[in-house]
């Protein structure tokens, strides 16, 4: 699958964006989307977590509609970790240093990781690395911008927003 980076500041009103909830190898996932315009990914490690992720979305961009679309989100899913060719673009809504940092940890090779420290380096900043940190944490797209290659420096597998269980599942497929 082939994806296109699109760093987008103004998507974020009078958008109609379609959202759903599909299977994924990893628990059920929510993708937010408008055409080939991927705009959010979240694992939904508990049910109750599906109102937190779309209320996340909805404080982050102001759509003109938000509209269901399961048919859409299963397609989007299964492409994704079924690793189907096709093409779609990332919305990459954050600052400068946020999109260096996501464009870095895009950079890690799948099976590969990496410690906040490394990806401070890539990016010309080494002594960034708490900054890095929460770059990290601010990724809204989840699996495709492989935030859970990201390791302690000592070799622990360290925290993942949707919990270390989903983090090191990943991990483990990617090292196959």
């Known amino acids: 699958m082939t994806t296109n980076l699109v760093t987008n500041r103004i998507i974020k009103e009078n958008l109609r964006i379609n959202h759903g909830v599909s299977a994924s190898p990893f628990g059920d996932c929510f993708v937010a989307f408008n ?17 937190l992720v779309k209320s996340e979305l909805l404080s982050q961009i102001k759509p003109n509609s938000l509209s269901q679309n399961y048919a859409g989100a299963k397609k989007i899913i299964s492409d994704i970790f079924n690793q189907k060719s ?32 490394d990806i401070a380096k890539a990016i010309g900043k080494p002594k960034a690395v708490r900054a890095v940190g929460t770059a990290v ?3 809204k797209i989840a699996f495709l911008i492989p935030c859970h290659r990201i390791i302690r420096k000592n ?10 269980t989903i983090k090191e599942k990943i991990l483990k497929l990617e090292q196959q």
């Open 155 to 164: 070799g622990d597998i360290g925290q993942y927003r949707w919990g270390a």
């Open 86 to 117: 096709a093409k779609y673009s990332l919305n990459l809504d954050g600052t400068d240093f946020q999109i260096k940092v996501w464009q870095a940890l895009m950079k890690i090779p799948k099976g590969s990781t990496a410690c906040y420290e």
């Open 137 to 139: 944490s601010k990724n």
């Open 35 to 51: 055409d080939n315009l991927i705009i959010k990914i979240a694992f939904l490690p508990k049910k109750s977590d599906l109102e």
